[in-house]
Structure formats: C-alpha cells, structure tokens
C-alpha cells in the first residue's frame, strides 16, 4: 500500500516547492508515497475550461489503477478536523491493501468522469486558495496526520 | 482606515517569509496595511501553556486599540468562503472608519481576555495548521479579497 499524490503542472513558485519538498521529505520516514506531476498541456491557453478540465482529467485517469482509493481535493468535498483526516488514513492502512491516492486538480477543478472515478471529496477550506497553494497545505496535512498517528509532538507544538 | 495583523514570533521558515512577504507587497497596493510581529516570550518554555497564552494576551493587547475591530483568527471560529471573506472588508471599508486587525496567535491559541476583547473569531480551515503557516494562508486570502472587490482574474485563475 502506497500513498500517491497527483497534481497538475509544475509548482512556480521555488519558495512554494522547498517547503512541499520539506513535509514530502518527512513523510518518507512515515510512509511509501510518490507525488505525481502532469505536466501543463500545452497552448491550454486556447482551450475552454472545460475542455481544459476534461483533458487534465483524461492524462490524470492515465495515472490511476482501477482499485485505487481515489481522493479528490474539492472545494465541495467534506470537511475533517486533523484528526478524523488521520483516522482516514489509519483505517485504510490498516484494513485496505490499495493505494491511497489524493489528486489536485488544476485551476478550473475537475471534469465529471473525475467525478464519478472518486471514492471521496475533501476539502481542505471553504475559502478558495490557488493549486499551487493547496499542494503546501496538503503536504503539511498529511505530515501532521502521521505524527497524530505515532503520537509525536509536532501537531501541539 | 487601516489593517494591521498581528501575530506572535518571528517566521522561523525562510521560504514562508519570501512567499507571505509576496502577498504583503502586492497588498499594499490595495491598502494601508501593517504587520506586527511580537517577539516570542523569552523563557517560555519554562512557562505553562495558559500562562504562555496570558503572557502573549498581554503583548497583543497592547497593540490593539480600544475602538479597533478585532478578528482572532481562531480554529473555532465562523468560517467563509472567499467571496464573504471579500465582502466583509469591503462592509468594513465602506461603512466603519475603525482599524481591522487580524491576530494570528501563538501555538496554544489565546487568552480569555483575547476573547473577550474579540469582534468576531474567524476560522481558516477545520484542520489545524501550524500557526506559522496560517500567516500565508491568510495573507495569500487577505489578497485574494482585493482582488475579489476589484474584479480581477486572480480568483479564477
């Protein structure tokens, strides 16, 4: 059982990148977990949302096996403290032998196969913050749910 | 009319500094804005988590006016959406001719009397994140909300 992150289009901002990297390089210690970068399609710029949606939807199902435990990070998704976010991930670890795998989406969200392909939807905020942005506060996340798992000081320091 | 922001320590996290820093210069283009850090308590480890918080009640209190509209960004308070998040300030500018001051508090949260002294209690994310990192998610919305009130294509980018 692997954790997976999938994402869209580099992240620009190398201040942004160094501290994903941080979480992502202690997260390591805790778990198998690969983060999957697609790149930007190109000349987007000409496509309308939702033709732009339903192709990062179409390279991002390229990347998911069919037993996978899909997650998506939505605005509409449901909300979980810290807390219940790692009861989520203890359970999976320790009743499913499927991977885990969470998907950012890009700017416009996701098509509607994405949709139907997902077991959940979480939320991270009713407030909207950029893809790029909720990468770091995915990573955070998950690091602070692993240390709520093992008990480890970080989540009350 | 200002906003000030107020939170405790110094941003340990070089790379966090230049990305709030970012959102900060960009900010003031839309406003008079200042950001007060208060200096971590010397010693405070020696201190208990409610005396910690008393401790920093009192050095925020003293930066805070008693006409200013205090905002305690607090785990358990209202959460908004962006687009609310927008129409408060826009609310505020137009009708109030009071300070906003936003306080980002220390580890263990506030202090009763930060409480008491307390406008309103404005909640990020039900998921607790570090309260370093609370300062880009807030200053990167904080932006947002400008540019929301100014109809500018950030939101949807």
């Given at each position: 059982?692997?954790?997976?992150?999938?994402s869209?289009?580099?992240?620009?901002?190398?201040?942004l990148?160094?501290?994903?990297?941080?979480?992502?390089?202690?997260?390591?210690?805790?778990?198998?977990?690969?983060?999957?970068?697609?790149?930007?399609?190109k000349?987007?710029?000409?496509?309308s949302?939702?033709?732009?949606?339903?192709?990062?939807?179409?390279?991002?199902?390229?990347?998911?096996?069919a037993?996978?435990?899909?997650i998506?990070?939505?605005?509409?998704?449901?909300?979980?403290?810290?807390?219940?976010f790692?009861?989520?991930?203890?359970?999976h670890?320790?009743?499913?032998?499927?991977?885990?795998?969470?998907?950012?989406?890009?700017?416009?969200?996701?098509?509607?196969?994405?949709?139907?392909?997902?077991?959940?939807?979480?939320?991270?905020?009713?407030?909207?913050?950029?893809?790029?942005?909720?990468?770091l506060?995915f990573?955070e996340?998950?690091y602070?749910?692993?240390?709520?798992?093992?008990?480890e000081?970080?989540?009350?320091?």
């Amino acid at each position: 059982m692997q954790i997976r992150i999938i994402s869209i289009g580099k992240t620009d901002e190398h201040a942004l990148q160094i501290l994903i990297e941080k979480y992502l390089n202690r997260l390591k210690h805790y778990i198998s977990i690969d983060w999957i970068v697609i790149p930007d399609i190109k000349n987007r710029k000409n496509l309308s949302h939702s033709e732009q949606k339903l192709e990062e939807g179409k390279r991002i199902l390229n990347k998911i096996k069919a037993q996978d435990h899909l997650i998506l990070l939505d605005e509409k998704g449901k909300q979980y403290t810290s807390q219940h976010f790692s009861k989520l991930i203890e359970n999976h670890i320790h009743f499913q032998r499927n991977d885990l795998v969470f998907v950012i989406g890009g700017p416009y969200g996701f098509s509607n196969e994405m949709y139907q392909k997902a077991t959940e939807k979480l939320s991270i905020s009713k407030m909207t913050f950029s893809h790029q942005m909720v990468r770091l506060f995915f990573a955070e996340q998950l690091y602070r749910a692993f240390t709520i798992l093992r008990k480890e000081s970080y989540h009350n320091e």
